[in-house]
């Protein structure tokens, strides 16, 4: 074969296959969904991600749709093109934030854990409250005046239900479909508008809501777990189910890299909880 032949062959294939040598670390998120992940790649998911991104050397790629029921299967198990018989090509890898042993996906090792706190506006007449349970013996006059915002689910409303509070909730969705605002904007602007005084929220969303407000705006009381309701939840990274070598290439990232990934979580002042090896086999 001719040297000219030859060089025409790789041209030729520099054409038709110029992205397939690039490795990509492809993400699966939601772009309307601080603080966690924003199309203006501002959330800490976000961060994290450029961080592995990097430190695999790989070009960082997105498939961005609401974090939602049916995120799993319109992301992580989506083929990039329903027609293709090639099973191996799917939109996106990984999602940067599951619940530890979440069964829509395989999980990580755990990389921060937090917890669901009583978030509570200053000067509206709750500044005596620092604990959740002094809600519960308020005189009945004061239980009727609070306006504490509520889920359609989740450990908050099953504690307000258990202790008797569930008459003073004002009802949200988890999942609202709104396209301009995620929960915690929509609770930061209630909030604000004083249609609520106090909610009980999953602590990175608290910690959103209290970043966009003057500093020292509210009070956040961790809520204590009991046997019956839990209030603290490890996160992990998720993966498709038998996707075994992505899985141990992100233990190992979190596990060199677990002062960066927590700096850049307490930078967004989220409340953290120590994480133990127990919390690798937490299935709740």
């Known amino acids: 074969m001719s040297v000219t032949k030859i060089i025409a062959g790789l041209c030729l294939a520099a054409i038709l296959f110029p992205a397939s040598a690039e490795e990509k670390f492809k993400v699966c998120a939601d772009p309307l969904n601080p603080p966690y992940s924003t199309k203006n790649k501002d959330g800490f998911e976000n961060k994290i991600a450029e961080l592995f991104a990097r430190e695999l050397g790989q070009k960082l790629e997105y498939t961005w749709f609401a974090q939602r029921i049916g995120f799993i299967r319109n992301t992580l198990t989506a083929p990039v093109n329903e027609w293709d018989a090639d099973s191996d090509k799917y939109k996106c890898d990984i999602v940067m934030g599951v619940p530890a042993g979440y069964d829509l996906t395989l999980t990580t090792v755990p990389y921060y854990k937090s917890t669901y706190v009583l978030l509570i506006a200053k000067g509206r007449g709750w500044d005596d409250i620092k604990d959740a349970n002094q809600l519960t013996g308020l005189p009945l006059q004061r239980q009727e005046a609070l306006k504490i915002a509520m889920f359609d689910r989740g450990p908050g409303t099953a504690w307000l239900q258990q202790n008797g509070l569930l008459d003073q909730g004002i009802p949200y969705q ?104 127990e919390v690798a086999s937490d299935d709740d």
């Open 174 to 277: 988890s999942m609202s479909g709104d396209s301009e605002n995620n929960v915690a904007m929509q609770i930061g602007k209630d909030f604000k508008a004083r249609k609520i005084d106090m909610v009980i929220l999953w602590g990175p969303m608290a910690a959103y809501v209290t970043a966009q407000s003057p500093k020292n705006s509210y009070n956040m009381i961790p809520m204590k777990s009991t046997p019956g309701i839990k209030f603290d939840f490890a996160m992990a990274m998720g993966v498709r189910n038998g996707d075994k070598t992505r899985k141990a290439e992100l233990d190992k990232l979190i596990a060199t890299n677990a002062k960066k990934i927590h700096a850049i979580i307490a930078s967004y002042n989220i409340p953290l909880l120590p994480l133990t090896k």
